[in-house]
T-cell receptor, first 115, second 112 residues
Framework: AQKITQTQPGMFVQEKEAVTLDCTYDTSDQSYGLFWYKQPSSGEMIFLIYQGSYDEQNATEGRYSLNFQKARKSANLVISASQLGDSAMYFCAMRDRAAGNKLTFGGGTRVLVKP | GAGVSQSPRYKVAKRGQDVALRCDPISGHVSLFWYQQALGQGPEFLTYFQNEAQLDKSGLPSDRFFAERPEGSVSTLKIQRTQQEDSAVYLC??????????FGQGTRLTVV
């Protein structure tokens, strides 16, 4: 069965510093996709970044980058130059063919950016 | 529309009452998903539509939960005879490809 593990329930980060959020996954599929979402207190799930299992380059979107280590089955999110507005819950998710088209989510990491 | 729209944003239901939650996906998006998010947890899959066809309903927790998307656009999630354990945020997502999934703001359901 698909499984996503986020081992950090909460993190503090100083404004303007970088933070890495851990995510490991388990799948027997060769073809899969990894997603990161931000969920502020308003509740909306905001799509941040996507990495395909066959993508050779690590995905980047502005201040977000994904450190994809396929052999270790990890897909860590790096947020550079943290801003106060980055304070939120962050969820890692996976979609693979064995599970149909649905996303399987981890338990999330709460990030609090300190001024 | 510009994004996925869900209504109502908040719903308080008395135990035993039926509720209907609406999702208006991004125009043209073929795939539509419903998820349930309990407080402090990640979203859990409920059901999936491709156009009007419900291809996967394996996540629906009981036969009190029913979803439909009759014309392949707007979808409704219906919960009959609500119970306290149904209290959660219900999220809808839509996508055009398997490299994306865009969520609405969710409906927070509280059963009292």
């Amino acid at each position: 069965a698909q499984k996503i593990t986020q081992t950090q329930p909460g993190m503090f980060v100083q404004e303007k510093e970088a933070v890495t959020l851990d995510c490991t996954y388990d799948t027997s599929d060769q073809s899969y996709g990894l997603f990161w979402y931000k969920q502020p207190s308003s509740g909306e799930m905001i799509f941040l970044i996507y990495q395909g299992s066959y993508d050779e380059q690590n995905a980047t979107e502005g201040r977000y980058s994904l450190n994809f280590q396929k052999a270790r089955k990890s897909a860590n999110l790096v947020i550079s130059a943290s801003q106060l507005g980055d304070s939120a819950m962050y969820f890692c998710a996976m979609r693979d063919r064995a599970a149909g088209n649905k996303l399987t989510f981890g338990g999330g990491t709460r990030v609090l950016v300190k001024p | 529309g510009a994004g996925v729209s869900q209504s109502p944003r908040y719903k308080v239901a008395k135990r035993g009452q039926d509720v209907a939650l609406r999702c208006d996906p991004i125009s043209g998006h073929v795939s539509l998903f419903w998820y349930q998010q309990a407080l402090g947890q990640g979203p859990e899959f409920l059901t999936y539509f491709q156009n009007e066809a419900q291809l996967d309903k394996s996540g629906l927790p009981s036969d009190r939960f029913f979803a439909e998307r009759p014309e392949g656009s707007v979808s409704t999630l219906k919960i009959q005879r609500t119970q306290q354990e149904d209290s959660a945020v219900y999220l809808c997502a839509s996508s055009l490809s398997d490299t994306e999934a865009f969520f609405g703001q969710g409906t927070r359901l509280t059963v009292v």
